[in-house]
């Protein structure tokens, strides 16, 4: 089992900037790829942006160039840095981690990202 804690969501103004941070604790030997999914109301979940363990990245087109997701093995954390956020941003984001071993997919509780015009 692995428990995923989400922090740094809130209430920003159109242009500023937000970091999330998730911590991921259990059974961490098994996680592989990670990211940052989010979802508003009535919507799909989508992918924000994904990091393998080497570190490789994907984003949404959407964020390109606004975001950044890092990773931090050694601390078990991955992070996604907000900058330019636009108020289509808001949504509840999630941290998810993948098995490395199983088809298992784990997610935190969310945290949400309000961002004002």
Do not use: H
């Amino acid at each position: 089992q692995v428990q995923l804690v989400e922090s740094g969501g809130g209430l920003v103004q159109a242009g500023g900037s937000l970091r999330l941070s998730c911590i991921a604790s259990g059974s961490i030997v098994s996680i592989g790829a990670m990211g940052w999914y989010r979802q508003d109301p009535g919507k799909q979940r989508e992918l924000v942006a994904g990091i393998t363990r080497a570190g490789m990245t994907n984003y949404a087109d959407s964020v390109k160039g606004r975001f950044t997701i890092s990773r931090d093995n050694i601390k078990n954390a991955v992070y996604l840095q907000m900058n330019s956020l636009k108020p289509e941003d808001t949504a509840v984001y999630y941290c998810n981690a993948d098995s490395r071993t199983t088809s298992r997919r784990y997610w935190g509780q969310g945290t949400q990202v309000t961002v004002s015009s």
